[in-house]
């Protein structure tokens, strides 16, 4: 079973940065479409960035410009760089399979806040 294990969130004042990491069991990475997801509070989860396995990459309207999304697959890892965080970018991130989702992990909370 995959299993996803996702890191690097925390507190950080608007206009901050982080880079989240997920390391993906086993060698899978390269052969899978990858996404970040966040759900922020009372809200369902949305698809921040996804990365083909091509390396083409694609962002939702509102991170675009700030967050990006990339892969090592020699490490079994997948990042998400945000920079310029604004308050609404809070919430918990997931990775998972774009197209075909494992069991998910259990996310890293990123909050924004002044």
């Known amino acids: 079973q995959v299993r996803l294990v996702e890191s690097g969130g925390g507190l950080v004042q608007p206009g901050g940065s982080l880079r989240l990491s997920c390391v993906v069991s086993?060698?899978?990475?390269?052969?899978?479409?990858m996404g970040w997801y966040r759900q922020a509070p009372g809200k369902e989860r949305d698809l921040v960035a996804r990365?083909?396995?091509?390396?083409?990459?694609n962002y939702a309207d509102s991170v675009k410009g700030r967050f990006t999304i990339s892969r090592d697959n020699a490490k079994n890892t997948l990042y998400l760089q945000m920079n310029s965080l604004k308050p609404e970018d809070t919430g918990i991130y997931y990775c998972n399979n774009f197209l075909l989702p494992y069991t998910w992990g259990q996310g890293t909370q990123v909050t924004v806040s002044s």
């Open positions: 990365i083909m396995t091509d390396g083409s990459t």
């Open positions: 086993g060698s899978i990475l390269r052969r899978n479409h």
